[in-house]
C-alpha cells in the first residue's frame, strides 16, 4: 500500500486534531507516568560531557522537559499538536517547536541525544526512513536516539482517530540501521512483567 500525499495530510490532520482536542485530559492522564528508566537508557549512552542537549521529539505537554531541565540538561522540546506545544512551553519553560512530523525542519548537530517516547510509531511505515534519517542529521557525530513504541506485527493503520505503525524488533532494527544508526540496546516495557504483559518496545541507538 503507498499513501499519496493526501493520504499523508489526512493522517496528520486527523491524528494531531485528536491530540489538540484531548489535550488537556491527556496531559492529566500521563502526568505521573514513569518513563524514568527509558530517560535513564538515554543519558547513560550520551558520551558528551553535561549538560547535553536533547531533543523531546514527541515531548507531548512537556512532563519529560522539565525531568530533563530538573537533572541539569538543556532540552528543546517538538510537537505537531498546537496545544501541547503551547502547554510544554508554559509548563516547562523551553524551546519547544511546533512541528509536523513528516515536514521536518531541524538544524544539523545540535543534538547530543534525541528522547522519542512513544511516538514513532504514528509515522506511516513509508516515511520512516525519511524521518529517521533527518533525525540522524540534527544529531551530533556519536548522539544517541532513544525510542520506545508500542510493538507489533509490522502492521499499520488507523486506532480510532490515530493513524499508528506497529514493528516487530527484527523490523525496527533494520529500520534503524538503514538510517545510519548502531543498536546499543533494547528492553520491553513495563519491567518485571512476562512479555505477553510488556507492550513496548524500547531501544538505544548511536548515529555513526
Known sequence: MTLKPEDLQQITDTTVGHYNQVADDFREGTRDHDVSQNIEALLRHIQAPAPVHVL??????????????????????????????TMARQDSSCEVLHQNFLQLDLPAGRFDGIFANAVLFHIPRQELPRVLGQLHAT??????????????????????????????LAAWQALLTQAGFVELEHYYRPAGLPRDQQPWLASVWRKV
Open 139 to 168: 544529531l551530533k557525530d556519536g548522539g544517541v536516539l532513544f525510542s520506545s513504541n508500542p510493538r507489533g506485527d509490522n502492521q499499520e493503520g488507523w486506532n480510532g482517530e490515530r493513524y499508528a505503525s506497529y514493528h516487530d
Open 56 to 85: 523531546d521529539f514527541g515531548c507531548g505537554p512537556g512532563r519529560d522537559l522539565r525531568t530533563f531541565t530538573r537533572l541539569g540538561h538543556i532540552a528543546v522540546g517538538l510537537d505537531g499538536s498546537e496545544r501541547f506545544a
